[in-house]
């Protein structure tokens, strides 16, 4: 690789080699899963007690899946060969390579994998290194090695054992690229039995393409694979092989050039600047021209857009749109065979795999994708026929389609009986709080409501009504005007799913009864009616908050683009507290392996020790709605006593009144926030009521709750829901300022199950 200065090079070498050197070298680790703090413990994990699952697994082998790692445990495996980008460099030199494939595998879809570096050249050698290591995975990803051995290693591998085998430069490509495939036919108008295909490079990745069009339907004759010698066509003897011979056309064509004269679609696995631009101008009609060669394409898509800017254009490089990126797959095959157990990875879970990528294209993208691509709105058409690597769908999606090809394909030695069960599996996977808030949405879908979204001109509002509508959580109310609503629909290029309400509070009929109910609120506090007027005409969070006062709608949600002050000041000039319930904001911190509850965030400034015991008690209530069992820790900067200072005091009466409630969840204080979280920390406190790390945080004031949550929002990259409004008579939560669409999405069904009681 060159080392030398370049200035589109997005990271620098020293850059590059600080990133894998500090710290703890490389980029994985094996972590347990089971508690090691006790000599009882141990004992458990190893000896003694590891005897008991090793019998039980001689008797069934089976049981491996059930009392080990093995069915989570996929092996990385080189010989260092063909390492993208830097060719044949050996065994150690790739492990870099295998170590971040590994880490891919863990992000994108949580399977565990090792990364394994096998020192030999030597086919034979290889292959019997691999299979008698074999009881050890539940899966085998094969990378990085050249062509032909790699087509001879996975061939023999495959025969000899019967876990997945699947080597991912030649079937990832394929199987994104045929996802690729399957949207650019669909936009151009084209039935994949009609279209004609060039393929540039017969190595692994030219063949594995090949391969998998045509068990998609295309004809053998109709697609062409050239090489460094021209067209293989039939009768061809010049540096041919096996697995080229496989895919000689009847054609008399002979040259690149000569194939690409009319062809609908091109696959390039070869070499930067192997398609000219007179190359292109040659083939069809709304060429798909797919340049999939690294670091640099065959022709770059400003090259082919020149010639021809009614072509789709592809690459393997994030920055141009149509990245075909192989994380797009592997992780998420991998995750559907190793849940069913397969034997294999077939032909059917790989065009499986391929439509179900190409269908999440279709769908309105996340703003968690958009951001990740620097804002940029994605949305299905020539420029955004695959989806981006780090949508947050694709691990239900693939996954999902994966197993259920296996199960129909009879590869699966541990079928899924509740697909649906699974999915929210899937999902739980990489969003902890997933499968709690499933089971509260599912509510919702069964009892739907009418939910305003008082900031009904906003694109992101709009984008979640239509989300909310076909979740099947209720009819969306925009607040608005219908016209702008309708043209920024068509602006982002939504389809209206019909159902969704525009009401423009200027000309609302409802503006009288609502302006009067407001009057009889607040003609004692000093509003006259013609200020009661201009609040409804012409305030969307009032308007918004008279319709769920009103019974015209159920809940409400706003703060897009208010702050929080604003909203809350709106909404409770017309809806009050619940009788018997303090008001008051939680916020839900999300973290890699732990949910914590945060409150009061956003609304008492100084709560007294009463304020604290109720917002304890109504939080652990809340909490155990979202699937927790309470363990609530009233914090403060002392712990029990030390230091001694009258700051403290209100907790410690808070703890008290807890007391003479003889509340039915834990609880203790006052603590700090560290001995609250660790568990090691609260030995030295041996008569503390919590039995684990807490996950309700009761702070002892507004402007403590709500540094630390943003403070944990922002530096540890956990994720928020909320702040949510607790203790309001009628349904209404206020998101934050800039809020994506999943986080109104979220208020909004938050907002639909309160209103189901």
């Known amino acids: 690789m060159d080392s030398t200065e370049n200035t589109n090079k997005r990271i620098t070498d020293e850059e590059a080699l600080a990133f894998h050197s500090t710290g703890r070298p490389g980029k994985i680790s094996i972590a347990p899963t089971k508690p090691l703090t006790t000599q009882r413990d141990l004992s458990l994990a190893y000896s003694p007690g590891v005897a008991v699952p090793c019998l039980h697994i001689e008797k069934d082998p089976r049981l491996a899946y059930e009392y080990t790692s093995k069915g989570n445990l996929v092996a990385v495996i080189s010989n260092g060969t063909a390492v993208l980008g830097l060719g044949d460099i050996g065994a150690l030199a790739s492990k870099p390579v295998m170590e971040g494939k590994a880490v891919l595998f863990k992000r994108f879809a949580d399977v565990d994998s090792i990364d394994l570096e096998v020192d030999t050249k030597d086919v034979e050698e290889f292959v019997n290194a691999v299979r008698f290591l074999s009881p050890s995975f539940g899966g085998i990803n094969l990378e990085d090695i050249r062509a032909p051995e790699c087509f001879i290693i996975e061939q023999r591998l495959r025969e000899l054992m019967d876990i997945p085998v699947f080597h991912d430069d030649q079937h990832g490509t394929a199987i994104i690229a045929a996802a690729g495939i399957i949207n650019a036919l669909h936009i151009s108008g084209r039935d994949i039995k009609q279209a004609k295909m060039v393929i540039n490079g017969a190595g692994a990745a030219g063949i594995a393409c090949a391969e998998l069009v045509k068990a998609m339907g295309m004809p053998h004759d109709s697609v062409i694979m050239c090489d460094t010698k021209g067209v293989i ?388 209530a809340k909490a155990r709605t979202l699937g927790h069992e309470p363990r609530v820790a009233l914090l403060s900067f002392s712990n029990f006593g030390n230091p001694n200072r009258e700051k403290a005091l209100r907790i410690r009466e808070a703890v008290e009144i807890l007391d003479s409630r003889k509340v039915d969840f834990e609880y203790d204080g006052e603590m700090s926030a560290d001995v609250a979280l660790n568990p090691e920390l609260r030995k030295l406190y041996p008569f503390c009521r919590l039995t684990g790390a807490a996950n309700i945080l009761i702070m002892p004031a507004l402007h403590s709750a709500n540094i630390s949550y943003k403070l944990m929002q922002e530096l540890s990259g956990a994720s928020v829901i909320g702040p949510l409004l607790i203790g309001l008579e009628k349904p209404a939560q206020i998101v934050q300022m800039g809020a994506n669409v999943s986080d109104i999405v979220n208020a909004a069904a938050l907002a639909a199950h309160d209103a189901v009681r």
């Not at 958009?370 to 239900?396: H, M, N, T």
């Not at 899937?426 to 939910?451: G, M, Y």
């Not at 609120?521 to 308007?543: P, S």
């Open 233 to 620: 066509y039939k009768g061809r003897t010049e540096g041919m092989n096996q697995w080229k011979s496989a895919h000689a056309a009847e054609t008399k064509a002979r040259t690149l050039d000569d194939a690409m004269a009319g062809a609908d679609v091109f696959f390039g696995l070869s070499a930067k600047g192997a398609v000219t631009q007179e190359m292109v101008k040659k083939m069809g009609e709304k060429p798909i021209i797919f340049t999939m060669a690294n670091p640099d394409p065959e022709i770059t898509p400003e090259e082919v857009k020149e010639v021809r800017p009614d072509a789709i254009v592809a690459t393997g490089r994030s920055d141009y749109p149509n990245q075909v990126n192989n994380v797009l797959g592997f992780p998420y095959i991998f995750r559907g065979a190793l849940d069913v157990q397969a034997s294999e990875i077939n032909d059917q879970m790989k065009i499986a795999a391929a439509e179900a990528i190409a269908a999440l294209a279709r769908e309105d993208v996340p703003d968690e994708v958009d951001k990740a691509y620097s804002g940029q709105r994605l949305r299905y058409g020539p420029e955004y026929i695959i989806p981006a690597p780090f949508d947050p769908r694709l691990i239900v999606a693939v996954s999902s389609a994966v197993a259920q090809a296996a199960m129909d394909s009879g590869v699966a030695r541990k079928p899924i009986t509740d697909m649906r069960a699974y999915r929210k599996e899937l999902s739980a996977r990489l969003d902890p709080t997933a499968s709690n808030l499933q089971r509260i949405f599912e509510r919702v879908v069964e009892q739907p409501k009418r939910v305003v979204f008082a900031e009904g001109e906003e694109e992101p509002t709009i984008r979640a009504a239509v989300l909310f509508k076909n979740a099947g959580y209720g009819t969306p109310v925009l607040v608005g005007r219908e016209d702008r609503v309708r043209a920024t629909m068509a602006q982002i290029g939504l389809n209206d799913p019909g159902g969704i309400e525009v009401h423009n509070a200027r000309l609302s009929t409802n503006n009288k009864k609502y302006t009067d109910f407001l009057y009889r609120r607040v003609q004692r506090k000093g509003t006259l009616y013609r200020d009661c007027q201009r609040l409804v005409n012409q305030d969307r969070n009032v308007f918004a908050a008279c319709m769920v006062a009103s019974g015209d709608a159920d809940a409400m949600v706003t703060g897009l683009t208010r702050s929080f002050s604003v909203c809350f000041e709106d909404i409770t000039r017309v809806i009050d507290p619940q009788p018997g319930q303090l008001l008051f904001a939680l916020a839900m911190v999300v973290a890699a392996n732990r949910t914590v509850f945060i409150a009061d965030t956003s609304v008492h400034e100084l709560p007294s020790a009463e304020e604290l015991a109720d917002i304890a008690v109504q939080t652990a």
